[in-house]
């Protein structure tokens, strides 16, 4: 029986890339429905996914990543899940090379190990932490511990039962699949995505997300080992 692929694209303010996006993912046959969640957008990122041919789900407020997830699963109907951000323009075609092991029962979940970006757009230390938080947990060196394109199965998400506040959604998702005895895998692509800079807009950003981060470490402190 074939298994039923969903895609959820949470997305904030990307109405220039998210058509893109959309169109890009169309492109995939093993994708059944796509489905964008626009978290609060200050532009038109609901009207061009629609025009994309996408189904959009509309927050209302913005709710952060995780909070957007968890609204669009509520009564989601499907057997893996893909998740995307919206800025990937024509690289989310290479979320078919996320899919294919999930579908083949070779993986649990699926993420996509990047290429170096071009930019520079920090020092590194948001991502050296998730990858040392997730070590520790799980005694896993994960090379790309905050990339948000992942395919993992409905089995996956129904033992996480939800997804981490904001930033902290893959970090969260990833220890906690490990630690349940899922079978994780990175996949090489050629995935890129709009990167942010050495900017006061950038820092920001990742301030944001190492905060997000850090809380969904410590979240799970009492697991920690040697406590």
């Not at 957007?68 to 075609?93: F, H, Q, S, W």
């Not at 170096?116 to 590194?124: A, D, S, V, Y």
Request: glycine share 12%; charged share 30%; net charge positive.
């Amino acid at each position: 029986m074939r298994k039923k692929t969903v895609v959820l694209v949470p997305a904030f303010n990307e109405s220039k890339r998210i058509g893109k996006t959309v169109a890009a993912l169309k492109r995939i046959p093993l994708i059944d429905e796509i489905i964008v969640i626009d978290d609060g957008s200050r532009d038109d990122t609901g009207l061009e996914a629609q025009k994309a041919g996408a189904s959009v789900i509309r927050t209302g407020r913005n709710l952060g990543k995780g909070g957007a997830l968890n609204l669009a699963l509520r009564g989601l109907d499907y057997d893996v899940l893909l998740l995307v951000d919206g800025d990937l323009a024509d690289a989310a075609i290479e979320a078919k090379k996320l899919l294919q092991p999930v579908l083949r029962g070779e993986a649990d979940m699926t993420i996509a190990d990047f290429p170096e970006p071009c930019l520079k757009g920090g020092f590194g230390l948001v991502k050296k932490f998730a990858r040392l938080g997730i070590k520790r947990y799980t005694g896993r060196v994960v090379s790309e511990p905050l990339c948000g394109q992942r395919a993992l199965t409905r089995e996956i998400v129904e033992r996480v039962r939800e997804f981490d506040p904001g930033f902290g959604v893959e970090v969260g998702l990833t220890i906690d699949a490990i630690r349940s005895g899922f079978k994780v895998v990175e996949i090489p692509t050629t995935m890129s995505h709009a990167e942010t800079g050495r900017d006061i807009g950038g820092f920001v950003h990742r301030g944001r997300q190492f905060y997000h981060v850090l809380r969904s470490v410590l979240s799970r402190l009492p697991a920690w080992p040697g406590r």
